[in-house]
């Protein structure tokens, strides 16, 4: 197979660039290992920044962001029993969207194959070849276990954390700036009404506990958990507890759990974004915990500096914007980082926190709740910074 960009990865970040290009005129290949089935099902984030809506609605009708998503124009910070809203409308005149990701990537896939997209799914990437030359290729093995070799003049690793590509960028499957942190996210989803009409991020001396939504009869929480936890090893009405005690003050709206999981907590930045004619985007390039629901945004935010780059190299021969990819693209993606661990930080109980670590956290939930600037921060970063 020949083609002019070889991206890897059907995931937000991969399908959204195969798009903005094909609307550029240049004509690209997107392989996953993953079913189509699989990609549409997986539950994920559900937060879409104004930005991440507004590049969606080059897709037309086929994002459903604005029409099936919800706008929020706020949240509640609660910590000592009471509420604090954010009002992100009043403060920076912006908003976000409950939408989940999985639903952009059913839109995203059915646009792309509307468009004639070549797009396979159950397809591995096994490495990069030739990436310091101008014909790079990927090696693949496809869904009948047949060898699969995608000459390109450029290779896009969209492939997530476990990302393939990103050994041909930066020299190591892992080479990278990480922390880890001490706990983790049990995420449930429940069939019950809303509980509240915004998404609360609550601190409490027991922990965590973010209460968000999916529609009106089908609601998203997750509360801080040991990351080594078995989630099967909980009764329903043991989740409840947890979930409940976490927000005192809140009356949760209670139904049956219907899916449970354990997210992990993260943080990676890739030494390297980019290495001659290869690239990363997305979780291929970094990883941030999911308090402040920037993972997806994030990647869109990359595939919109990328793509430019590409369009200049491809079309115009243009190497400027390519040799800046990485140092544009990490601007945003440590501002991001920072958030994602400050909010983290500012919200999670560590195992072992001793009472000056509690006090001065509450502390600082004060400051930035009482003070016009510190919600000013927190909406900006939140409905997101101005894309480049
Ligand atoms: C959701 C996830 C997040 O990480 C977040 O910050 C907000 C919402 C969600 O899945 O609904």
Redesign the pocket.
């Known amino acids: 197979v020949r083609t002019r960009v070889a991206i890897v990865g059907a995931g937000p970040a991969g399908l959204l660039l195969s798009h903005l290009l094909a609307k550029a005129g240049i004509e690209s290949v997107v392989i996953d290992q993953r079913t189509r089935e699989e990609i549409e099902t997986t539950i994920?984030?559900?937060?879409l920044e104004q930005g991440t809506v507004a590049i969606l609605d080059s897709i037309g009708p086929a994002s459903r962001a604005r029409t099936v998503g919800h706008r929020h124009d706020g949240i509640e910070l609660r910590f000592d029993g009471e509420g604090h809203r954010i009002d992100f409308a009043a403060l920076v005149d912006r908003g976000v969207w409950?939408y989940?990701q999985h639903e952009v990537l059913k839109d995203l896939i059915a646009a792309r194959l509307a468009d004639g997209q070549d797009l396979r799914f159950g397809v591995t990437a096994e490495r990069v070849e030739d990436a310091d030359t101008a014909r790079p290729r990927i090696v693949a093995v496809d869904a009948e276990g047949a060898p699969l070799v995608i000459d390109a003049e450029f290779v896009v690793g969209a492939d997530g954390s476990r990302s393939v590509v990103r050994g041909a960028v930066t020299g190591s499957s892992t080479g990278g700036y990480f922390r880890e942190y001490p706990f983790a996210w049990f995420?449930v989803l429940c069939e019950a009404p809303p509980s509240a009409p915004e998404?609360i991020?609550s601190n409490s001396a027991n922990g965590f506990a973010?209460i968000?939504?999916?529609s009106a009869t089908v609601q998203?929480m997750?509360f801080q958990c040991d990351p080594d936890v078995d989630p099967n090893s909980f009764t329903e009405a043991q989740l409840w507890e947890e979930l409940q005690a976490r927000v005192p003050g809140v009356d949760l709206q209670e139904g049956p759990i219907f899916q449970r999981d354990v997210l992990r907590f993260r943080s990676f930045v890739a030494f390297e974004l980019r290495k001659g004619r290869a690239a990363l985007v997305g979780d291929a390039a970094h990883t941030v915990p999911?308090?402040?629901?920037k993972g997806m945004n994030l990647a869109v935010a990359d595939v919109v500096v990328l793509e430019r780059a590409l369009r200049a190299l491809l079309l115009d021969g243009d190497e400027r914007l390519i040799d800046a990819y990485a140092e544009t693209a990490l601007r945003r993606i440590w501002k991001a980082q920072h958030f994602s661990w400050w909010m983290t930080s500012m919200l999670h109980v560590a195992p072992g926190a001793s009472d000056f670590d509690r006090l001065r956290q509450l502390g600082e939930l004060s400051t930035v709740v009482e003070s016009e600037a510190g919600r000013t921060y927190l909406a900006e970063a939140y409905t997101g910074w101005p894309l480049a």
């Open positions: 994920r984030a559900g937060i409950l989940p995420g998404l991020y973010l968000s939504q999916r998203r997750y999911p308090t402040g629901a």
